[in-house]
T-cell receptor, first 113, second 111 residues
Framework: KNQVEQSPQSLIILEGKNCTLQ??????????LRWYKQDTGRGPVSLTI?????NTKSNGRYTATLDADTKQSSLHITASQLSDSASYIC????????????FGAGTRLFVKA | DVKVTQSSRYLVKRTGEKVFLECVQD?????MFWYRQDPGLGLRLIYF???????EKGDIPEGYSVSREKKERFSLILESASTNQTSMYLC??????????FGQGTRLTVV
């Protein structure tokens, strides 16, 4: 069964600290993995996208890693800011005939001053 | 910039009402999607469309229908709204296999 599991479910950190969010998946055959940021009351916005051959991709203070062998991805946030408070959603796509996209439940991050 | 626009940010409807949620995209994307998002469950796909007048059921289509008469517009219809359809509804569009762009969401409350 195609699944995407994220941990932790929620996280509180102090402004300026780093944090890492995890995503484990069992989606097959793997096509790509994306991380989205969703501010409260808004639609998700794409942060990074990685294909099978990519191990790491950065977008400013956000760095995503992918280990296709262990089917794990992480999103590392450096020097967190109050505006990083949001939900972070891991999304994995499979390609078998058409595309199937599986969403994780998200990690709710709260950055406090 | 891609723009996906949902007609309402907030809606309050009564049980049994017929509800229309509208979504318009301006990037000529062939694929459009409707999701609902509930706490702890993440995004769940209701219906999607890969071409005008074409529609496919997602994971939770029961109680919903959709309409795509024009490429840029994808409507979600609740034939008879129920309280368990209170949720955040998100529309998205994409090219085949590419990143999905989301609208700002419609928070629907059924009372």
């Amino acid at each position: 069964k195609n699944q995407v599991e994220q941990s932790p479910q929620s996280l509180i950190i102090l402004e300026g600290k780093n944090c890492t969010l995890q995503c484990n998946y069992t989606v097959s055959p793997f096509s790509n993995l994306r991380w989205y940021k969703q501010d409260t009351g808004r639609g998700p916005v794409s942060l990074t996208i990685m294909t099978f051959s990519e191990n790491t991709k950065s977008n400013g203070r956000y760095t995503a890693t992918l280990d296709a062998d262990t089917k794990q991805s992480s999103l590392h946030i450096t020097a967190s800011q109050l505006s990083d408070s949001a939900s972070y959603i891991c999304v994995v796509s499979a390609k078998a005939g058409g595309f199937k996209t599986i969403f994780g439940a998200g990690t709710r991050l709260f950055v406090k001053a | 910039d891609v723009k996906v626009t949902q007609s309402s940010r907030y809606l309050v409807k009564r049980t049994g009402e017929k509800v229309f949620l509208e979504c318009v995209q301006d990037m000529d994307h062939e694929n459009m999607f409707w999701y609902r998002q509930d706490p702890g469950l993440g995004l769940r796909l209701i219906y999607f469309s890969y071409d005008v007048k074409m529609k496919e059921k997602g994971d939770i289509p029961e109680g919903y229908s959709v309409s795509r008469e024009k490429k840029e517009r994808f409507s979600l219809i609740l034939e008879s709204a129920s309280t368990n359809q209170t949720s955040m509804y998100l529309c998205a569009s994409s090219f085949e296999g590419s990143e999905a762009f989301f609208g700002q969401g419609t928070r629907l409350t059924v009372v």
